[in-house]
């Protein structure tokens, strides 16, 4: 790893929001779930949530979004009542989409507490139970024939307003991630030494640790173990 990417991954996530993320909620689309991450990680979000349609978790994790996927944490949840548990937990506001009597313009919402943005199936939307579970229901205004918005677009607007009214409030202008060390360190071992990370997870290795420039401390027993994993995987 160089010390100019070591420095970039550093700055990226120094601006990480892990008090704001998207949950998604039954959206199987591969197209929809790849730019939903990719907006995600474009505006700071660190972990995703989701609740995938049986049977489809590998195919929803594959394809185009893999670049931002490997930025981007995707926390799965076997229910809604489980995820929402999660993020109430976690002291967010949870959103959706939804056209009610009781919805706000999705401009007129307080992104600046930890919130959580909840995204439903594509057909179907927003489920009952996630509705009834839900903190406040959000509206993006519409003035034409149709009333609703592909699952991704509804979420890149959400998610931008959030950014400027995080920016704003000088949320992103931090000397230091809020993201824990021992986590900072998984990212940066991974992201900055993908080919030993593989290796290590694979003969079961902890990462060491890296010095200021994000080149690896290890003693000799660690690369003899690093090394022997390499000769018995060529076998």
């Known amino acids: 790893m160089t010390p100019e990417r070591f420095e970039r991954i550093h700055q990226v996530l120094a601006q990480r929001q892990p008090d704001l993320t998207v949950c998604m909620e039954q959206v199987h689309k591969p197209n929809n779930i ?3 991450i990719r907006t995600a990680d474009a505006v700071g979000v660190h972990r995703l949530h989701a609740v995938w349609p049986k049977g489809s978790k590998m195919r929803a994790l ?44 999705f401009r007129n919402v307080d ?69 824990p060390d021992e986590e900072v360190h998984k990212i940066l071992f991974e992201r900055g030494h993908p080919v030993l990370a593989r290796v290590a997870k694979q003969k079961g290795l902890p990462y060491p640790p890296l010095d200021e420039h994000g080149q690896i401390v290890a003693d000799e027993a660690w690369w003899s173990a690093m090394q022997a994993a390499k000769h018995k995987r060529s076998k």
């Open 34 to 36: 790849s730019a939903i």
């Open 62 to 105: 594959g394809g185009t979004s893999a670049g931002s996927r490997n930025w981007v944490d995707v926390q799965t949840h076997d229910s809604t009542a489980e995820a929402f548990d999660a993020l109430h937990a976690q002291g967010m506001q949870i959103l959706v989409t939804n056209l009610s009597d009781t919805a706000i313009d």
């Open 111 to 179: 992104y600046t507490r930890p919130t959580a943005i909840v995204l439903g199936q594509e057909k179907e939307g927003i489920s009952r139970e996630a509705l009834d579970k839900a903190d406040q229901d959000i509206l993006i205004p519409m003035v034409g024939m149709v009333q609703s918005l592909n699952v991704s677009v509804a979420s890149a607007l959400i998610l931008y307003e959030a950014q400027r009214q995080r920016q704003l409030a000088g949320m992103y202008q931090r000397a230091h991630t809020r993201i």
